[in-house]
């Protein structure tokens, strides 16, 4: 069976940040295969900045696959790189697609996605819904705690942490 990861890219990283840390990205990836069972994770990302390779570079070699928000060129700097909608198209169409789906991850603490979560626990397809920071919309209060979890439960796990030499260097 298969799992698939769905990744609000913005959103996990404006919550973690918030609360001062950030993820290892390849750290993540272990973390969903070895307790999701996760086969393939999709990482979303609003729109694509020549400025951020090192980022795509560094998700693509931590196994994601990544995926950009269309935009007009000319646009670009007056849109914000909303990802809602096509991480609920990329959801859908897994399912659709993937005869041999056993669930859906989701990790996000946007409240756009209820409606999904709350589609795919009726058809038996969703395991959990990993919430960057304690601040995920009001939306999921009445969401039984067997579906959802907060990163910073595991943060010990996946948090990234710069690597110094003795000197500290």
């Not at 959103?11 to 990205?25: A, D, K, P």
């Not at 969903?32 to 994770?41: F, V």
Request: with cysteine.
């Amino acid at each position: 069976m298969k799992n698939l990861a769905f990744i609000d890219g913005q959103n996990l990283h404006l919550g973690t940040s918030e609360n001062g840390w950030r993820v290892n990205f390849r750290k993540l990836k272990i973390y969903l295969e070895e307790n999701y069972g996760t086969t393939e994770a999709y990482y979303f990302i609003g729109y694509f900045c020549k400025d951020e390779d090192d980022l795509y570079r560094n998700l693509r070699n931590a196994g994601y696959i990544v995926v950009f928000k269309e935009h007009d060129e000319n646009l670009l700097a007056k849109k914000k790189g909303n990802v809602d909608t096509d991480m609920v198209f990329e959801t859908m169409k897994g399912l659709i697609e993937e005869r041999n789906l056993s669930s859906i991850i989701l990790i996000s603490g946007d409240g756009d996605y209820k409606k999904l979560v709350d589609y795919l626990i009726k058809k038996r397809k969703f395991k959990k819904i990993l919430f960057p920071n304690k601040k995920a919309s009001s939306l999921y209060k009445t969401l039984g705690s067997e579906y959802f979890d907060y990163l910073a439960n595991i943060k010990t796990y996946i948090e990234y942490k710069k690597w110094t030499n003795e000197k500290g260097s």
